[in-house]
């Protein structure tokens, strides 16, 4: 079975620094997907960027970026410049590939993100 | 482009009773899932509904149950409701043909029991 695990429950940062937020992942599949969500207190679940496992370039988006390490399960979300508005719980979630399909998401327990002023 | 859209958003119900949540799908897509997020938790996969047909499910017992309608907008059913059914209920939306593997969340539905 997939697991997700990010090992840090809070974090901060000032304004206009940058934050990286670890995930790793287990799993004996070869083909899936790797995404990072933002929750803020609205609830909502938004994406913020989504890897594919055979990618090696990884995955940016504006002032978000990851770090994915295939090898080691690793999959880290880097931002930059942040922002009030990045004030959230960000979630790692992983996704199998198999069978061309939409399949479930299995997330982690999130990492709840506060970027002071 | 309405997004995903969840009714009710607050709910509140008592032991043993029974409750029904809605979600309509973005548009364009077909394949609704449903996902429990208790407080402090990431979300866990309930089941996925593609075809009107339940197509996958996590492991939830069978007082769990859902429904799709031939528009694609769906339901979850819970019956002989316990206190431990108290979470942020999140219906996600993609489109299965397309092979797409993103799925577009609601603002989920709260529901609380008393």
């Known amino acids: 079975a997939q697991t997700v695990t990010q090992s840090q429950p809070e974090m901060s940062v000032q304004e206009a620094e940058t934050v990286t937020l670890s995930c790793t992942y287990d799993?004996?599949?070869?083909?899936?997907?790797l995404f990072w969500y933002k929750q803020p207190p609205s609830r909502q679940m938004i994406l913020v960027i989504r890897q594919e496992a055979y990618k090696q370039q990884n995955a940016t988006e504006n002032r978000f970026s990851v770090n994915f390490q295939k090898a080691a399960k690793s999959f880290s979300l880097k931002i930059s410049d942040s922002q009030l508005g990045d004030t959230a719980m960000y979630f790692c979630?992983?996704?199998?590939?198999?069978?061309?399909?939409?399949?479930?998401?299995?997330f982690g327990t999130g990492t709840l993100l506060a970027v002071q002023p | 482009d309405a997004g995903v859209t969840q009714s009710p958003t607050h709910l509140i119900k008592t032991r043993g009773q029974q409750v029904t949540l809605r979600c309509s799908p973005k548009s364009g897509h077909d394949t609704v899932s449903w996902y429990q997020q208790a407080l402090g938790q990431g979300p866990q996969f309930i089941f996925q509904?593609?075809?009107?047909?339940?197509?996958q499910r996590g492991n939830f017992p069978d007082r769990f149950s859902g429904h799709q309608f031939p528009n694609y907008s769906s339901e979850l059913n819970v019956n002989a409701l316990l206190l431990g059914d108290s979470a942020l209920y999140l219906c996600?939306?993609?489109?299965?043909?397309?092979?797409?593997?993103?799925?577009?969340f609601g603002a989920g539905t709260r529901l609380s029991v008393l």
């Open positions: 799993t004996s599949e070869s083909n899936y997907y």
């Open positions: 509904y593609y075809e009107e047909e339940e197509r």
């Open positions: 996600a939306s993609s489109h299965q043909l397309a092979g797409e593997d993103i799925q577009y």
């Open positions: 979630a992983f996704m199998s590939g198999y069978g061309g399909a939409t399949n479930k998401l299995i």
